[in-house]
C-alpha cells in the first residue's frame, strides 16, 4: 500500500510539472525571456546577497580589502585567509565593461585596499593583526564609483547581465553606494 502512494505522488508531481512548463515555456525558453526583460523591468533590491560593482583610482585588482570605519581610522571587517577565495579560486574582483569590477569578495563604500596580494594573503597562517592591517593600508579612498545591482538571484549570468546594462548606459537603474 505504501508502494502504490509513493507511485502516485510520483505521478502526479510530473504531472503538475509538465502543466507548469506548458504554461511556462521550457526552461531555455524560460531563461531566454528573463534575459531580455532584465534590460526593462525594474530590478529586485528584495532581501539576499546583493552584487556590488566599482572603480577604483588605481589598480587594486589583486589586493586585498578590508572595511573601514566611518572615520577610516579603525579596521572593523577583514577576511580570514581562507576567506579570499570564491568558488576554489582567488576572490580577485571580475572585470566588466567600462574599467567596473565585480566585487567577489564581499566590499562596501567603506573600502581600503592593503599592499598584501590575495596570493600572499591566503599562503599565511593567519591573518596579521588590526594595527598591522592599518599599516598594510595602500588607500583609504579609492573608490570613484560604487553600485548595489540588485539581487543576485534576478541575473542568469552576472557578468553578461552587468555588461549589458553598463553598455547600455543603464546605471542609473543601480543604487549609487559611491562616487562622484
Known amino acids: 500500500m505504501r508502494f502504490l502512494w ?53 589598480d587594486y585588482n589583486d589586493k586585498v580589502p578590508v572595511l573601514l570605519n566611518e572615520e577610516k581610522t ?44 590575495y596570493e600572499e594573503y591566503s599562503k599565511l597562517e593567519e591573518p596579521p593583526s588590526t594595527s598591522e592591517m592599518m599599516n598594510m593600508i595602500i588607500d583609504k579612498e579609492p573608490l570613484t564609483e560604487m553600485y548595489d545591482c540588485g539581487n543576485r538571484y534576478q541575473y542568469k549570468d552576472i557578468p553578461d547581465d552587468l555588461n549589458r546594462i553598463i553598455s547600455n548606459k543603464q546605471l542609473n537603474r543601480f543604487n549609487k553606494i559611491a562616487g562622484e
Open 74 to 117: 579603525k579596521i572593523i571587517s577583514y577576511p580570514g585567509v581562507k576567506d579570499v577565495f570564491y568558488n576554489g579560486k582567488l576572490a580577485i574582483p571580475t572585470s566588466l565593461s567600462d574599467g567596473f569590477l565585480l566585487d567577489n569578495r564581499g566590499i562596501g563604500k567603506n573600502v581600503a585596499f592593503l599592499k598584501i596580494t
Open 6 to 58: 509513493i507511485i502516485i505522488l510520483v505521478a502526479f508531481a510530473n504531472c503538475k510539472s509538465a502543466k507548469n512548463q506548458e504554461r511556462h515555456g521550457s526552461s531555455n525558453e524560460q531563461a531566454s525571456k528573463n534575459n531580455d526583460t532584465l534590460m526593462n523591468k525594474p530590478l529586485d533590491f528584495s532581501a539576499g546577497p546583493h552584487v556590488i560593482i566599482y572603480k577604483t583610482r588605481k
